[in-house]
Nanobody, 122 residues
Framework: VQLQASGGGLVQAGGSLTLSCAPP????????VGWFRQAAGKEREFVAA??????YYDDSVKGRFTISRDNAENAVHLQMNNLRPDDTAVYYC??????????????????WGQGTQVTVSS
């Protein structure tokens, strides 16, 4: 499974961006999809995931970010509102079938897209 992530950019604090992730191949909604991010000099961290109809969020983005699946487009979107400078990072989408206890672990996702840069200015 190859994934394509898009939608990153430069935005001022308080602004919004929507990231999208889609496989270019045939639809496969069986996979769980997660978003991770990696800021300069830091480890990759979990942002959000959608799996079996349920959504999961890191505490740092709860109430600001929304992950959703568009079955018609076979895409997963990450709506990011009220962005803060500490949201600045390269954002990656990933697909896999992690068990629930591994939903926030990069190791649970064998398929990754290229990253998309999100920069939030203060």
């Amino acid at each position: 499974v190859q994934l394509q992530a898009s939608g990153g950019g430069l935005v001022q604090a308080g602004g919004s961006l929507t990231l999208s992730c889609a496989p270019p191949e045939r639809p496969d909604s069986r996979y769980s999809v997660g978003w991770f991010r990696q800021a300069a000099g830091k480890e990759r961290e979990f942002v959000a995931a959608i799996a079996r109809g349920r959504t999961y969020y890191d505490d740092s983005v709860k109430g600001r970010f929304t992950i959703s699946r568009d079955n018609a487009e076979n895409a997963v979107h990450l709506q990011m509102n009220n962005l803060r400078p500490d949201d600045t990072a390269v954002y990656y989408c990933a697909a896999g079938r992690p068990i629930l206890s591994a939903i926030s672990s990069p190791q649970g996702y064998p398929h990754w897209g290229q990253g998309t840069q999100v920069t939030v200015s203060s």
